[in-house]
């Protein structure tokens, strides 16, 4: 039984016949489509001599792409265009990484909102009907997918001003530290079994507590702080020649680490299993 599906777009040709073009390229399209133009409307015909689920698969695949990334880079640029707080730059940076992330093609996999929101309702309508307006799904069928978008959009933008501040703060904690004469040479971060920080200086003598008091004494007033917080003063404060982190695996909170590296590069030192680490496991453990 032969199948015969229909698409439709005035926006779109280019798309489709790159799709269409790569597919055949890598054979998994072997029959001809015809294009032809009635206005300003392209109407792309595809005819398999099979009607078969796969052909019809494959067929909901290549729309599906087509509008999940168009959809993606729509909602980017109409969000991103009232966002009057974000610098031109921010704004390009944004679109880029958000349309990057987020867009995933047939050969990538799908995320479980592009599959039921985009692809599951596309295969149904071709099943039934053979063909589908692309612009017209865009502008009519995409209004629940693109509002789960923008909310996606809104916690990427905050993520992304987050993790500028923290660059913009590591960059503004180097300069101070090259400034800065070092008050110990080496501090070691001991991991607990339980993901607590404590802090050792160069004997391996526990002085989290006295550091805590000798340089974080105007900062305990403040409620909004943590212990993290706290720790981030002390090193920074402290501005050590060398920092040994011991089991890193155990951190509960990986970030800090992350922000350590940056301010400190190659002054951090991981280390590979000390006498100090394995007296401390084998007395966990009896």
Same mark, same amino acid.
């Given at each position: =039984?032969?199948?015969?599906?229909?698409?439709? @777009?005035?926006?779109?040709?280019?798309?489709?016949?790159?799709?269409?073009? !790569?597919?055949?390229?890598?054979?998994?399209?072997?029959? &001809?489509?015809?294009?032809?133009?009635?206005?300003? +409307?392209?109407?792309?015909?595809?005819?398999?001599?099979?009607?078969?689920?796969?052909?019809? !698969?494959?067929?909901?695949?290549?729309?599906?792409?087509?509008?999940?990334?168009?959809?993606?880079?729509?909602?980017?640029?109409?969000? &991103?265009?009232?966002?009057?707080? &974000?610098?031109?730059?921010?704004?390009? !940076?944004?679109?880029?990484?958000?349309?990057?992330?987020?867009?995933?093609?047939?050969?990538?996999?799908?995320?479980?909102?592009? #599959?039921?929101?985009?692809?599951?309702?596309?295969?149904?309508?071709?099943?039934?009907?053979?063909?589908?307006?692309?612009?017209?799904?865009?502008? /009519?069928? @995409?209004?629940?997918?693109?509002?789960?978008?923008?909310?996606?959009?809104?916690? /990427?933008?905050?993520?992304?001003?987050?993790?500028?501040?923290?660059?913009? /703060?590591?960059? =503004?904690?180097?300069? =101070?530290?090259?400034?800065?004469?070092?008050?110990?040479?080496?501090?070691?971060?001991? #991991?607990?079994?339980?993901?607590? =920080?404590?802090?050792?200086?160069?004997?391996?003598?526990?002085? @989290?507590?006295? #550091?805590?008091?000798?340089?974080?004494?105007?900062?305990?007033?403040?409620?909004?702080?943590?212990?993290?917080?706290?720790?981030?003063?002390? /090193?920074?404060?402290?501005?050590?020649?060398?920092?040994?982190?011991?089991?890193?695996?155990?951190?509960?909170?990986?970030?800090?680490?992350?922000?350590?590296?940056?301010?400190?590069?190659?002054? +951090?030192?991981?280390?590979?299993?000390?006498?100090?680490?394995?007296?401390? @496991?084998?007395?966990?453990?009896?």
């Amino acid at each position: =039984m032969m199948c015969q599906c229909v698409f439709y @777009t005035t926006c779109y040709k280019q798309e489709l016949l790159q799709r269409f073009k !790569e597919l055949q390229e890598e054979n998994e399209m072997i029959n &001809l489509f015809e294009l032809t133009r009635m206005g300003d +409307i392209y109407r792309f015909g595809y005819v398999a001599q099979d009607s078969t689920i796969d052909t019809i !698969e494959t067929l909901a695949h290549i729309i599906s792409d087509i509008i999940q990334k168009i959809g993606i880079i729509q909602i980017a640029k109409k969000y &991103l265009r009232q966002r009057k707080d &974000l610098s031109i730059n921010d704004k390009k !940076e944004i679109e880029k990484s958000f349309v990057t992330h987020n867009y995933l093609s047939t050969q990538e996999g799908f995320s479980a909102l592009t #599959y039921y929101l985009v692809y599951m309702p596309l295969l149904a309508v071709l099943k039934e009907y053979q063909e589908i307006n692309i612009d017209g799904w865009l502008r /009519f069928r @995409t209004y629940k997918y693109k509002m789960i978008l923008e909310d996606i959009l809104e916690q /990427f933008i905050e993520d992304y001003l987050i993790k500028k501040d923290i660059v913009k /703060f590591i960059k =503004m904690v180097r300069e =101070m530290r090259s400034l800065n004469t070092p008050l110990e040479d080496i501090i070691h971060l001991v #991991y607990t079994n339980n993901g607590e =920080m404590n802090i050792l200086n160069e004997k391996m003598e526990e002085v @989290t507590a006295l #550091y805590i008091k000798q340089y974080c004494k105007e900062l305990l007033t403040d409620s909004t702080l943590n212990k993290e917080d706290l720790m981030m003063h002390i /090193f920074i404060t402290v501005s050590p020649r060398r920092i040994t982190v011991h089991q890193h695996q155990k951190s509960k909170q990986p970030q800090f680490i992350k922000t350590l590296e940056g301010i400190f590069e190659i002054n +951090i030192k991981y280390c590979k299993g000390c006498k100090y680490c394995t007296d401390n @496991t084998n007395t966990t453990r009896t």
